[in-house]
């Protein structure tokens, strides 16, 4: 079964940067179309950024622009550039699939002041 460890959240100033990480182990991402959610406090959560095999990227209108995600199918590692912070941006941050298909990770905590 597959796990996921996200990682690199972090308290930041408004118009600060994160790199967000998601580390998976016991398979494979490399063939999945991976996204990187947030759910902001009392919210829903949203998928706003995925990735699929071959590194095509697409981004909900919220983000574009200041978000990018990457993977590295080696490191079987999905990565979530995060600049230009707002104070919406406050939320837990999570990977999974697109869909998603996977058991959820814990997340990592993003927090931005103004």
């Known amino acids: 079964q597959v796990q996921l460890v996200e990682s690199g959240g972090g308290l930041v100033q408004a118009g600060g940067s994160l790199r967000l990480s998601c580390a998976a182990s016991g398979g494979s991402l490399s063939l999945w179309t991976m996204g990187w959610y947030h759910q902001a406090p009392g919210k829903g959560r949203e998928l706003v950024a995925a990735?699929?095999?071959?590194?095509?990227?697409t981004y909900s209108d919220s983000v574009k622009g200041r978000f990018t995600i990457s993977r590295d199918n080696a490191k079987n590692t999905v990565y979530l550039q995060i600049d230009s912070l707002k104070p919406e941006d406050t939320a837990v941050y999570y990977c999974?699939?697109?869909?998603?298909?996977?058991?959820w990770g814990q997340g990592t905590q993003v927090t931005v002041s103004s």
């Open positions: 999974n699939t697109h869909l998603p298909t996977l058991t």
């Open positions: 990735i699929n095999s071959i590194g095509g990227t």
